[in-house]
């Protein structure tokens, strides 16, 4: 939720006037879209008009889907406004699909169907395959620095809690050379196990210079951020899309360039978005087939300053 006011004038900005809130004039809504080369999709959420114990609790207002990178009127296949749903058909007419879904339902979950909303259905699949680490736990009392029950894992969990099972999988169904190589790569002379006991998956790192191996629980957060890292990126089961956001927290700054290595490496089989305060990193990923946003602070807003602007229209409520 935006704190400052709804409209901040050019004179505001310019310490002319001071900033000051008016009366708001639009309806409060967050409004989340993309747009690929084959599908596009967009959501608003507001608040219920209705008075209920769940008056602060958002419903969605409107949503849309269509063809292509830009939604009009000819191009849409699926369109939801309160309760209603419509799907195109293939013959071009619009077909009710929902007359009554509840504001806290999306249309992607409950009017995909494989005969009359397959594009619904293959467009849920493909976003519900996206991945996002952001809280990869490395505290004391994170998730990965304790024994989990192994079963195969090609995706490792948000939270990291898997690690183990991760890594294993990658040995026994993914590419084992290149976990090799990208431990070697970071920590020269290391190598990682897992061992399993009564059903249970530990993983240990054996450093160069060390009489014994090191249980997760004693390795440092840049140490075990970086294997968690790995375990991400190295996935036997690649997504379309993979967002990481400041995966540099907590390392050292030697671990920066593997860290840029390994991005790429991963990269090849998916798109990959970073998030990243550190230029050392942002440095190390250019390249031709990167494209850089740098955001900035204006009044109080993030902006992307130098960014092309992009040819969009919202679903209207």
């Not at 195109?88 to 619009?94: F, Y």
């Not at 360039?257 to 190390?284: F, G």
């Amino acid at each position: 939720m935006w704190a400052g006011p709804e409209v901040l004038s050019r004179r505001m900005k310019s310490g002319e006037v001071p900033i000051t809130g008016t009366v708001r004039s639009k309806p409060i809504g967050l409004k989340l879209g993309f747009a690929s080369e084959d599908y596009g999709y967009a959501v608003e959420l507001g608040l219920p008009a209705e008075v209920s114990a769940f008056s602060n609790d958002p419903e969605i207002k409107t949503e849309a889907m269509w063809i292509g990178e830009n939604l009009s009127r000819s191009n849409a296949l699926a369109e939801r406004h309160g309760p209603s749903v419509r799907v195109r058909s293939e013959a071009g007419s619009w077909n009710q699909a929902a007359t009554s879904l509840p504001p806290f339902d999306s249309m992607m979950t409950h009017a995909a169907d494989p005969k009359d909303a397959l594009e619904l259905l293959h467009l849920r699949d493909r976003m519900r395959n996206w991945r996002f680490y952001d809280q990869l736990r490395t505290d004391r009392d994170a998730p990965a620095r304790k024994q989990q029950i192994g079963t195969r894992t090609p995706i490792l969990a948000s939270d990291g809690s898997d690690l183990a099972a991760a890594i294993e999988t990658i040995r026994e169904i993914g590419d084992p050379v290149t976990l090799d190589e990208t431990i070697l790569d970071a920590f020269q002379g290391s190598s990682v196990d897992v061992q399993e006991r009564d059903g249970l998956f530990a993983l240990s790192m054996r450093q160069h210079g060390l009489l014994r191996s090191l249980s997760t629980a004693e390795l440092s957060d840049g140490t075990l951020r970086y294997l968690l890292l790995i375990a991400a990126l190295l996935t036997p089961r690649p997504p379309s899309l993979m967002v990481l956001n400041e995966p540099e927290t907590s390392l050292h700054p030697d671990l920066i360039p593997p860290l840029a290595r390994l991005i790429k490496e991963a990269s090849k089989r998916s798109q990959i978005i970073v998030v990243s305060h550190n230029q050392i990193l942002a440095e190390a990923l250019s390249g031709d087939d990167v494209l850089a946003h740098h955001l900035e602070k204006d009044t109080g807003e993030t902006i992307v300053p130098a960014a092309e602007p992009v040819s969009w229209s919202w679903p209207k409520r």
